[in-house]
């Protein structure tokens, strides 16, 4: 047996309930028939934090964490989807130091991009001497053979530890790849008093986004700059590109006044040398803190951006996870929509990803049985209610993080599983019915 893969016995899925905003009365949607699930990585070692990327010629290709035998740290690894052999191909490791790699967790892990001639280029943050979070990493590959070198992405040398975290990596149409990352390089200090504690809403806590960019494939990359500020230091930014590329849009959490983390975006139409003041996504008020859990964004064929997140926002009553849009790249958004209540009592994740047919695909995770569990969901062009909720994760183990992709054929979803203090990943995909 493939040791990259151990099938489980399962049990076909059917529609396991409605999501929240699902009317009685709304256009028949697609049936989906998922696959048993599938145990990816090595079963003896921790494996998690899957990430899936669809190459610009439809290619399915994930990336992942796994415990290095030898070291106290983790690797980063890369596989393509088989079609017909319906599973991963031959794994390879794109970080050259072994176990360099710092499992995080959540948003933070380990992400990659797919150019438009396909190569790979990935990124992911390592440790410092002082911090857990300390520098970020990059790595480029052809679509075979071995990843080059890996390189130091912050340009600061990062003597004081300060934090580098949360990267983000994406290819735009005309191949120069952007990364983005939460820094701390430039946070103000403040001196505490014994005892004293910070306060949310005091900019000493705020960080920067920092932008880096290569237009030669992911072989040498710009200096570091700055494009935003007061910038919530826990929540992943995303990359999307409008018009063919000409328009690049970044999403982050910024801290407001009285200590309101709410997600903004911001515009560039200039290749990323300059970008617009932030515009307001969802007016959701939220104040608890760092949540560790940032928007997913996605645009269609149409320039249409598409978001879905989880808030608590100003009440319990309010958690869930919702779903916004804009018509017009960015300039304003919807009024968010309810997809699936939640409780308010755990930091949930959410992943938005758009089909061939412009259809809205949905990931999230929400509490099962007091377990966190993967569901699904999916919305076609031109209706405004969802289909049915499809429950993907078992309910034995907790299920978190989820990762989704889609072919012309197929809906991936993968996630990482827990049960004591052992990590494993698991997928799952169906037929799409077009």
């Given at each position: 047996m493939n040791k990259w893969f151990v099938l489980l016995a399962g049990i076909s899925l059917a529609a396991s309930g409605c999501s929240g905003t699902q009317a009685d009365d709304a256009p028949t949607s697609q049936l989906l028939s998922f696959s048993e699930e599938i145990v990816l990585g090595d079963g003896q070692l921790d494996t998690a934090s899957p990430f899936f990327k669809v190459a610009p010629d439809g290619e399915v290709w994930?990336?992942?964490?796994?415990?290095?035998?030898?070291?106290?740290?983790?690797?980063?690894?890369?596989?393509?989807?088989?079609?017909?052999r319906q599973q991963f191909g031959e794994r390879r490791r794109m970080n050259d130091q072994a176990g360099e790699v710092h499992w995080y967790g959540g948003d933070n892990r380990p992400k990659l991009?797919?150019?438009?001639?396909?190569?790979?280029?990935?990124?992911?943050p390592i440790p410092s001497a002082v911090s857990k979070t300390g520098n970020i990493r990059v790595a480029r590959g052809e679509s075979e053979g071995p990843f080059a070198p890996a390189m130091t992405l912050n340009d600061d040398e990062n003597p004081l530890g300060h934090s580098h975290a949360f990267p983000t990596i994406s290819s735009s149409p005309d191949g120069k790849i952007y990364t983005t990352w939460i820094d701390g390089r430039n946070r103000p200090?403040?001196?505490?008093?014994?005892?004293?504690?910070?306060?949310?809403?005091?900019m000493n806590?705020?960080?920067?986004?920092?932008?880096?960019?290569?237009?030669?494939?992911g072989a040498t990359y710009s200096k570091?700059?700055?494009?935003?500020?007061?910038?919530?230091?826990?929540?992943?930014?995303?990359?999307?590109?409008?018009?063919?590329?000409?328009?690049?849009?970044?999403?982050?959490?910024?801290?407001?006044?009285?200590?309101?983390?709410?997600?903004?975006l911001i515009r560039s139409t200039d290749g990323g040398q300059t970008f617009s003041?932030?515009?307001?996504?969802?007016?959701?008020?939220?104040?608890?803190?760092?949540?560790?859990?940032?928007?997913s964004l996605a645009s269609d064929s149409e320039d249409r951006i598409h978001g879905l997140w989880f808030t608590v926002g100003r009440s319990e009553e309010e958690a869930g996870i919702y779903y916004t849009f804009s018509?017009?790249?960015?300039?304003?958004?919807?009024?968010r929509q309810l997809v699936a209540k939640t409780p308010a009592s755990a930091v949930l994740h959410t992943q938005v990803t758009i089909d061939a047919n412009d259809a809205i695909w949905a990931t999230w995770v929400n509490l099962q049985d007091e377990k966190p569990q993967i569901f699904l969901a999916h919305r076609e062009p031109g209706q405004t209610e969802w289909s049915p909720s499809y429950q993907l994760s078992d309910s034995t183990r907790n299920a978190v993080k989820p990762s989704m992709a889609i072919d012309s054929e197929n809906v991936y979803v993968a996630w990482t599983e827990l049960e004591g203090e052992h990590r494993q990943m698991k997928l799952r995909w169906a037929p799409l019915g077009n």
């Open positions: 994930l990336s992942w964490v796994e415990q290095d035998a030898d070291t106290e740290g983790f690797n980063v690894f890369v596989a393509s989807w088989d079609q017909d991009t797919v150019t438009p001639d396909g190569n790979l280029a990935a990124i992911w200090s403040k001196d505490l008093a014994p005892g004293e504690k910070p306060v949310v809403s005091d806590l705020a960080s920067q986004l920092f932008m880096a960019v290569s237009e030669n494939g570091n700059y700055p494009i935003a500020e007061n910038v919530c230091a826990c929540c992943v930014p995303n990359i999307v590109f409008l018009d063919e590329g000409q328009t690049l849009v970044v999403s982050h959490r910024l801290i407001m006044e009285g200590g309101v983390r709410d997600h903004v003041d932030p515009v307001l996504i969802s007016d959701d008020g939220w104040v608890t803190g760092c949540p560790h859990a940032g928007i018509e017009d790249g960015g300039l304003s958004f919807s009024p």
